[in-house]
């Protein structure tokens, strides 16, 4: 239902954008799309999270100034605009949605998940 793409390999301080296609029911009751990201031996950490009409966006801290999550409702996509990528930006990229947005940052708010991404950045 959830299908992220765009992953790859990238130096430091290059550029990535990722998508996220869902399929209509999924985005469609989705009261909040998000992206998680998990690199090895950490636990999964929030990225970012946008409401259904984007009139509110959630950003890690880490994250915040760099990243941009936007959606495009009529193509049921969400997508994660990554810049000034660091090494520690290295990770699984898992895009997720939530029936309700209750908690936005925290992973147990998502009921659908998709695979993930792999992102790379190479110092």
């Known amino acids: 239902q959830l299908q992220a793409s765009g992953g790859g390999l990238v130096q430091a301080g290059g550029s990535l954008r990722l998508s996220c296609a869902a399929s209509?029911?999924?985005?469609?009751?989705?009261?909040?799309m998000g992206w998680f990201r998990q690199a090895p031996g950490k636990e999964r950490e929030f990225v970012a999270g946008v409401t259904w009409s984007s009139v509110s966006t959630h950003y890690g801290d880490s994250v915040q100034g760099r990243f941009t999550i936007s959606r495009d409702n009529a193509k049921n996509t969400v997508y994660l605009q990554m810049n000034s990528l660091k090494p520690e930006d290295t990770a699984v990229y898992y895009c997720?949605?939530?029936?309700?947005?209750?908690?936005?940052?925290?992973?147990?708010?998502?009921?659908?998940w998709g695979q993930g991404t792999q992102v790379t950045v190479s110092s």
């Open positions: 997720a949605a939530a029936n309700r947005a209750t908690y936005p940052t925290r992973a147990y708010t998502y009921d659908y």
């Open positions: 209509g029911r999924t985005f469609s009751s989705s009261a909040i």
